[in-house]
């Protein structure tokens, strides 16, 4: 017949599982944890001008914010978002934690100005991500049809 176990044994035993359990929730300890998916750049119609789209998610429990962006294809990259029928630059985006933070048409969006290059479609253009607490990410963005339409893929 077993016995119960001391009260004290059992306090003590409750308090180190919560303590190791706390300890591995990763995305609960404020930690932004980020990755970049869905990049892509319509074909440019000018030669001057371009716009870019991704998605940030964000699986850590504490919320980053996208600072800046750069890239070897144009001499300056801006960030808008657009409200309404307005839009208008930014010089950061929240990246919620457990959240995302969505580039695309008709919202947030990047904006390529002086173009350094022709972009067509096939290529590939190579932007970097700069966030206030995170280190910054590298996102190989692809060129698509200036009529490119991410829901059907065309």
């Known amino acids: 017949m077993s016995r119960p176990a001391p009260t004290g ?3 003590t035993g409750t ?3 919560t303590l190791v359990l706390a300890g591995c929730g990763g995305s609960g300890d404020g930690t932004p944890e980020l990755a970049v998916s869905a990049s892509y750049m319509p ?3 000018t ?3 371009a716009a870019g789209f991704f998605t940030v998610d964000n699986k850590g429990g504490g919320k980053d914010e996208l600072t800046s962006v750069t890239s070897d294809a144009a001499a300056d990259v801006t960030m808008h978002e657009t409200v309404g029928q307005s839009m208008r630059e930014v010089k950061a985006l929240d990246v919620p934690a457990h959240g995302q933070l969505v580039f695309k048409s008709g919202g947030n969006h990047l904006m390529f100005e002086k173009l350094r290059r022709q972009l ?3 290529a ?5 991500l700069h966030f206030a607490k995170s280190g910054p990410i590298k996102v190989e963005m692809p060129v698509k049809s200036a009529t490119y339409n991410p829901a059907t893929g065309h």
């Open 15 to 17: 308090l180190a599982l």
């Open 120 to 122: 067509k479609q096939g």
């Open 43 to 45: 074909q440019p119609i």
């Open 47 to 49: 030669d001057e001008m």
């Open 9 to 11: 044994l059992l306090i």
């Open 124 to 128: 590939t253009v190579t932007v970097e």
